[in-house]
T-cell receptor, first 118, second 112 residues
Framework: GENVEQHPSTLSVQEGDSAVIKCTYS??????FPWYKQELGKRPQLIID?????GEKKDQRIAVTLNKTAKHFSLHITETQPEDSAVYFC?????????????????FGKGTHLIIQP | EAQVTQNPRYLITVTGKKLTVTCSQN?????MSWYRQDPGLGLRQIYY???????DKGDVPEGYKVSRKEKRNFPLILESPSPNQTSLYFC???????????FGPGTRLTVL
């Protein structure tokens, strides 16, 4: 099955600086890579995602890059703000018994606790 | 309002007492899934369902059961809960397995 490794587990940056979180995956068949943000006491929410036919995607201060050859993808947050403090999870699509050409879910990384220092 | 709901939100129970956590979505999604979240371990999939009457094991299915008799509902059943099932549980739904997953608010379960 798919294995997703995420680093670092904790990242502390000064407000206004950039933050980068990296993930690697093992299954070359994975083709969908979302990033979720989870604020304290809240549910995970999608912030950005990328599919395997695209190398980079950007949404305001957030960007994701994908290197299919190396099987790794990264989240980039520029001009960090206090409200960016949260746990971030990467994920990769997985195939199961009922794949039928589509994937059967997501395997998540263990998460990165991003701390924005004032 | 499009949403995923879970009940109960908090539950304290004792070892061996059967319990059910309900999950319901109103977005007509085919795919639903259960995760447990433990410190340092991230989100681990318990079971998922591609459609009505179609379910399969995730990474940590031991001690859990599910059913999908209706498209909107996907209950999680613990037949004989044990303390190692103390965790934060999330239900999620999406149109397919590879679209945005919408998470419920979570259920914090403590098994004594």
């Amino acid at each position: 099955g798919e294995n997703v490794e995420q680093h670092p587990s904790t990242l502390s940056v000064q407000e206004g600086d950039s933050a980068v979180i990296k993930c690697t995956y093992s299954d070359s068949a994975s083709n969908y890579f979302p990033w979720y943000k989870q604020e304290l006491g809240k549910r995970p929410q999608l912030i950005i995602d990328i599919r395997s036919n695209v190398g980079e995607k950007k949404d305001q201060r957030i960007a994701v890059t994908l290197n299919k050859t190396a099987k790794h993808f990264s989240l980039h947050i520029t001009e960090t703000q206090p409200e960016d403090s949260a746990v971030y999870f990467c994920a990769a699509s997985t195939k199961g018994v009922y794949s039928g050409g589509g994937a059967d879910g997501l395997t998540f990384g263990k998460g990165t606790h991003l701390i924005i220092q004032p | 309002e499009a949403q995923v709901t879970q009940n109960p939100r908090y539950l304290i129970t004792v070892t061996g007492k059967k319990l059910t956590v309900t999950c319901s979505q109103n977005m007509n999604h085919e795919y639903m899934s259960w995760y447990r979240q433990d410190p340092g371990l991230g989100l681990r999939q318990i079971y998922y369902s591609m459609n009505v009457e179609v379910t399969d094991k995730g990474d940590v299915p031991e001690g859990y059961k599910v059913s999908r008799k209706e498209k909107r509902n996907f209950p999680l059943i613990l037949e004989s809960p044990s303390p190692n099932q103390t965790s934060l549980y999330f239900c999620a739904s999406s149109p397919t397995g590879t679209d945005e997953q919408f998470f419920g608010p979570g259920t914090r379960l403590t098994v004594l």
